[in-house]
């Protein structure tokens, strides 16, 4: 079953803009915290951000002032958006979130192809 569906990504240029939206199934229950991951083409997958229930944020060193998290309750869906993006951001973005009850869930990632 999937439980943590990503939208937004595709084709983007050089110094365009991104959103990217993560809506989480109703079924997982309460959500603590979520985040967004990237994972470029042979390399680890690495943090972005990540944002509590109550809006503190956190933010990976190399990707603050570049991205902002977000994210709505009541729509249990959390969002990513750049306004810069550069051709090493492309790749796979991964949503993330943590349960109240410990658990752990993972999207399937959605495809950014930012071109140069």
């Known amino acids: 079953q999937v439980q943590l569906v990503e939208s937004g990504g595709g084709l983007v240029q050089a110094g365009g803009s991104l959103r990217l939206s993560c809506v989480a199934s109703r079924n997982i229950g309460p959500i603590d915290t979520m985040g967004w991951y990237h994972q470029a083409p042979g390399k680890q997958r690495e943090l972005i951000a990540t944002?509590?229930?109550?809006?503190?944020?956190n933010y990976a060193d190399s990707m603050r002032g570049r991205f902002t998290i977000s994210r709505d309750n009541a729509k249990n869906t959390v969002v990513l958006q750049s306004n810069s993006l550069k051709a090493e951001d492309t790749g796979v973005y991964f949503c993330?979130?943590?349960?109240?009850?410990?658990?752990?869930?993972w999207g399937q990632g959605t495809q950014v192809t930012v071109s140069s």
């Open positions: 993330f979130a943590r349960s109240y009850l410990g658990n752990n869930f």
């Open positions: 944002i509590a229930r109550g809006g503190t944020t």
